[in-house]
């Protein structure tokens, strides 16, 4: 069974550039979670997604940070413009959730990004 | 979500048991013990969870005390591929966030 596919696995940006991160769960997956993880700390939820419906952005800092998942299956994570301090492995995750039984989440490899 | 508290870092020698340990003393009774662990520059992997009873699977052991106050995930034949950031998660039941901390980095030592 394919994991969480994710693209790419590294930029490298100009400060002020736009930049998009791409991610396919695994095939029958509800929910879709993006994360991002700074350098020597755990990951931070971003946003998560049940089928097409943005559940949960609280976190996502919505003046430059934007999300979409159309048609419930893959997602991209766009930031523009990027900043400096956005420089963070972005991670997408996966779960088949039903009922109110939260199922384990399956994590991609990551996109490594960095703002210079 | 309640807290955890982990060792920052941990040493094991391959072929050994791994214990690691962490408390969560302000844990509620509908929150459930989640354990994930990182490689390096991979995402994080799903190992085991538990709401008050002991549980095994094929990669480990959870052992969680009887006042849930804290728990302990137990590698028992740790290989240099179990060299990771292990993560303690106090998660509610039903509720999908994970709230990750920093984690114990364990080095297994040949």
């Known amino acids: 069974e394919a994991g969480v596919v994710q693209s790419p696995r590294y930029k490298i940006i100009e400060k002020k550039q736009p930049v998009a991160f791409w991610c396919n769960p695994i095939?029958?997956?509800?929910?879709l979670y993006w994360y991002r993880q700074n350098l020597g700390q755990g990951p931070e939820l971003l946003i998560r997604y049940e089928n097409e419906e943005a559940v949960d952005d609280s976190q996502l800092p919505k003046d430059r940070f934007s999300a979409e998942r159309l048609k419930g299956v893959d997602s991209t994570l766009k930031i523009q413009p990027a900043e400096l301090g956005d420089s963070a492995v972005y991670l997408c995750?996966?779960?088949?959730?039903?009922?109110?039984?939260?199922?384990?989440?399956?994590f991609g490899p990551g996109t490594r990004l960095t703002v210079l | 979500d309640a807290k955890t508290t982990q060792p920052p870092s941990m040493d094991c020698a391959e072929g050994r048991a791994a214990n690691l340990p962490c408390n969560h003393s302000?844990?509620?009774?509908?929150?459930?013990v989640y354990w994930y662990r990182q490689i390096h520059s991979q995402g994080p992997q799903y190992i085991i969870h538990?709401?008050?009873n002991n549980e095994t699977n094929e990669m480990a052991s959870l052992i969680i005390t009887e006042d849930r106050k804290s728990s302990t995930l137990i590698l028992p034949h740790a290989t240099l591929r179990d060299t990771a950031v292990y993560y303690c998660?106090?998660?509610?039941?039903?509720?999908?966030?994970?709230?990750f901390g920093k984690g114990t980095k364990l080095t297994v030592n040949p």
């Open positions: 302000t844990i509620s009774g509908n929150e459930y």
């Open positions: 095939s029958g997956h509800n929910t």
């Open positions: 998660i106090v998660r509610v039941g039903g509720s999908e966030k994970l709230v």
């Open positions: 538990g709401l008050k």
């Open positions: 995750a996966s779960s088949f959730d039903r009922g109110r039984r939260a199922r384990e989440q399956f």
